[in-house]
């Protein structure tokens, strides 16, 4: 008992001596994005014919989030995801292919770059789909590291035949295979996500580990492929949700567990024709099913194990999150479109942080969530050039008045367009939706022009 004045009196001093703890921790911070996987598509959101007992578990300890917004198409989405903005805001319209020359713009501040401030390593392992030049690369865009496949594994000669060039597997800014074996992606860059955690195990560090799966052409190495109730989808989900239990189970081994935020997410929905349930369409599509993603959110002591947040939340808000949490101003010169929400994480019953979702087709918005109401101006909200990139084969609403509104709490599914019996409610969200778009139009952001092209 003799410590106990001692240790009360420098509990007291230590605000009088700025000993307080006015610098925020510096947690690590583990953001795994999953490429086409849909809503329904792992246990925790659904899925009783897979085995995903390390997204279970991941869920157990930490929170799902219900109604977390991507984009319906790849390179829109990591827009999103790196910029905290709508993908419109900063012309990263669609999907990029690799005969297309532009980026995202450099000058843009990245999730990375954000961390950066704070003496984060940073790596990115994965598909980056956001410019392969090398001026676009992860390592110009505060990536410490980079090792992947810089957009989707369909992008090679040895798909779609149509004289793209041999798919490139890309350590740091150098190409160093063509063509890799895709049943071993998933493992290669779990190993390298695995070895950048042990060597930066004593610094704050962000692994962001977009993986190529479970984008077409499926692929699972040998302890996987064939042994799913669900074919090869089935499979590389399976080796995903492996992928999940090695990082988790090496911050377990190193004792970083109670100071690493983990997030697991997707891009966009499931491949065309698959469905999302309870949500209608998939990829490539505007309606819930193509946007709407499983998000699960770990970090042990700060967020409520075993919870679940209904409220609006989505890719966009990820990088004003990161910035809240380790005490960095995102930058004041531009607007961003995603918000904060450490508060709906640190508290399952938080009210919302912001009530509005824009959907964006193409480079403008076409659909806006508000409440429980969404409004489409038309068709389903996907423009028609991301939608042949996608494969979507999603029909838009049918008929009826155009625009249509559909209530997501009564009618999840998106099945019944009630624009007619409530006229003001349209009127409202309309006017909003076109006030919004015409600040973005009016505020956008160029994207990045490859160096000899225009
Ligand atoms: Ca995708």
Not at 93 to 103: A, C, H, N, S, W
Not at 322 to 336: M, N, Q, S, T, Y
Not at 390 to 408: D, E, H, M, Q
């Amino acid at each position: 008992m003799k410590q106990t004045i001692p240790l009360l009196a420098a509990l007291l001093l230590a605000p009088l001596l700025g000993l307080a703890a006015a610098e925020p921790a510096k947690p690590n911070i583990v953001l795994i994005f999953i490429d086409d996987l849909g809503y329904a598509d792992i246990g925790p959101f659904g899925n009783s014919k897979v085995r995903t007992p390390h997204l279970d578990k991941l869920a157990t300890e930490g929170m799902k989030f219900t109604s977390f917004y991507a984009t319906p198409v790849c390179s829109m989405s990591r827009a999103c995801l790196m910029t905290g903005c709508y993908n419109a805001r900063v012309s990263i319209p669609g999907v990029l292919f690799p005969k297309d020359t532009i980026g995202l713009h450099p000058n843009e501040v990245t999730l990375a770059e954000i961390v950066k401030q704070k003496g984060y390593a940073t790596c990115c392992i994965g598909k980056w789909h956001l410019g392969w030049q090398p001026e676009f690369l992860p390592t110009r865009q505060g990536f410490d590291h980079y090792f992947g496949l810089p957009y989707s594994n369909d992008m090679g000669a040895g798909n779609r035949g149509r004289g793209l060039p041999p798919l490139p597997l890309i350590k740091g800014d150098k190409v160093i295979e063509t063509e890799p074996d895709q049943s071993q992606l998933t493992r290669r860059y779990t190993e390298d996500a695995v070895g950048f955690i042990r060597e930066h195990k004593a610094a704050p560090f962000f692994v962001y580990l977009p993986h190529t799966m479970v984008h077409h052409p499926l692929a699972s190495s040998a302890a996987f492929s064939g042994k799913s109730q669900q074919g090869d989808l089935g499979d590389a989900i399976e080796e995903v949700d492996w992928s999940v239990g090695q990082i988790l189970a090496t911050l377990q081994e190193l004792k970083l567990d109670d100071n690493t935020l983990v997030i697991f997410t997707s891009d966009n929905g499931p491949a065309s024709g698959r469905a999302a349930p309870p949500y209608r369409g998939s990829k490539g599509s505007n309606f819930e099913g193509g946007v709407r993603e499983p998000c699960i959110m770990r970090w042990p002591g700060k967020i409520p194990a075993g919870t679940t947040c209904n409220q609006i939340a989505g890719n966009i808000d990820i990088l004003p999150t990161f910035a809240k949490l380790i005490g960095v101003e995102p930058v004041k010169d531009r607007v961003l479109d995603g918000r904060d929400i450490t508060t709906l994480m640190f508290n399952a019953n938080a009210g919302p942080v912001r009530d509005t979702h824009l959907y964006i087709g193409g480079d403008k918005a076409a659909a806006i969530r508000q409440g429980d109401w969404k409004l489409f101006l038309k068709g389903d909200g996907a423009d028609k050039k991301t939608k042949k990139a996608a494969g979507t084969k999603t029909k838009p609403p049918k008929g009826g008045p155009v625009p249509s509104l559909y209530n997501l709490a009564t009618d999840p599914g998106e099945t019944q367009n009630v624009a007619a019996a409530n006229p003001e409610i349209v009127a409202r969200l309309k006017k909003e939706l076109l006030a919004r778009d015409a600040e973005i139009q009016a505020n956008k952001r160029p994207a990045g022009q490859a160096e000899g092209t225009k």
